[in-house]
C-alpha cells in the first residue's frame, strides 16, 4: 500500500488485516474482479476500500465534472455514510475526495456537491439513477465499481436499478462484489457485473 494509506492505518490503530482484508487486498490490487462472500462486520469497507484508495492516490489528476473515477453502490443511508466516514478517515490528509449521494436529503446540495467531480462516490442506487436523469452526473468514466451488501440491495427492491447502472458504466472498468449469500438473482447480477471474478469466502455458504 501507498505510505501515506499505512501511515495512515497506523494511526487508525489498523495492524493487522481481518481474513476478508488478507484475501481480498492482494487480488484487487492486481486488478482482478472479485466476489466476496461474507457477512456484515467482517471488515469489508476496507478490504475495497483500501485497493481503491491506493489506486487513487497511484494515479495523478483530478476527476471530470459530473464523473467519479470510483463508484461504491450500498443499499441505506447508514450503511454509505458508514463506508465514506471510513474512506475519510484514511484519505483526510490526501487529495482525494468523497461524496455520498443518498435519498431523503436536498438534492440539490448534492448536485452542487458533484459539479466539479469527485473521486469517489458512494451512493444508493435510487438517488443515484435521479441524478443521471436529471443529468447532474455521469458514469462514464468509473475506473473501479464497488457493490456492497449485493443481496440487501435485493431485498430492497434494487435489482432494476442495479441492471440499469449495469448498462451505463464502462466495461473496462475493475468490479468488486461483495454479499453474504447467492441467491440466483445475484448470480445473475454478477455475470452482468464481473468478468471472471476471483472468489473470495470467509464464511461457509
Not at 1 to 22: E, H, V
Not at 76 to 89: G, H, P, Y
Not at 109 to 135: F, H, Y
Request: hydrophobic share 45%; aromatic share 4%; charged share 25%.
Amino acid at each position: 500500500l501507498a505510505p501515506a494509506l499505512n501511515d495512515a492505518l497506523t494511526r487508525a490503530k489498523f495492524d493487522k488485516p481481518t481474513p476478508i482484508q488478507a484475501k481480498a487486498i492482494p487480488l484487487a490490487m492486481e486488478g482482478h474482479d472479485i466476489l466476496g462472500l461474507a457477512q456484515t462486520g467482517t471488515g469489508k469497507t476496507l478490504a475495497f476500500g483500501l485497493p481503491l484508495i491506493d489506486h487513487m492516490l497511484a494515479e495523478p489528476g483530478k476527476p471530470a465534472p459530473k464523473t467519479a473515477k470510483a463508484l461504491i453502490l450500498a443499499p441505506t443511508r447508514e450503511l454509505v455514510n458508514q463506508i465514506a466516514d471510513s474512506l475519510k478517515n484514511l484519505t483526510h490528509d490526501t487529495r482525494i475526495r468523497v461524496v455520498t449521494v443518498v435519498g431523503g436529503q436536498s438534492i440539490k446540495r448534492q448536485i452542487n456537491a458533484l459539479a466539479r467531480g469527485t473521486d469517489i462516490l458512494v451512493a444508493t442506487p435510487g438517488r443515484l439513477l435521479d441524478l443521471i436523469d436529471q443529468r447532474a452526473f455521469t458514469l462514464d468514466k468509473v475506473e473501479i465499481l464497488v457493490l456492497d451488501e449485493a443481496d440487501q440491495m435485493l431485498d430492497l427492491g434494487f435489482i432494476h436499478a442495479l441492471r440499469r447502472i449495469s448498462q451505463l458504466v464502462p466495461e473496462d472498468r475493475q468490479t468488486l462484489f461483495f454479499s453474504a449469500t447467492m441467491p440466483k438473482q445475484i448470480q445473475e447480477l454478477v455475470g452482468k457485473y464481473c468478468r471472471n471474478p476471483v472468489k473470495v469466502s470467509v464464511t461457509p455458504e
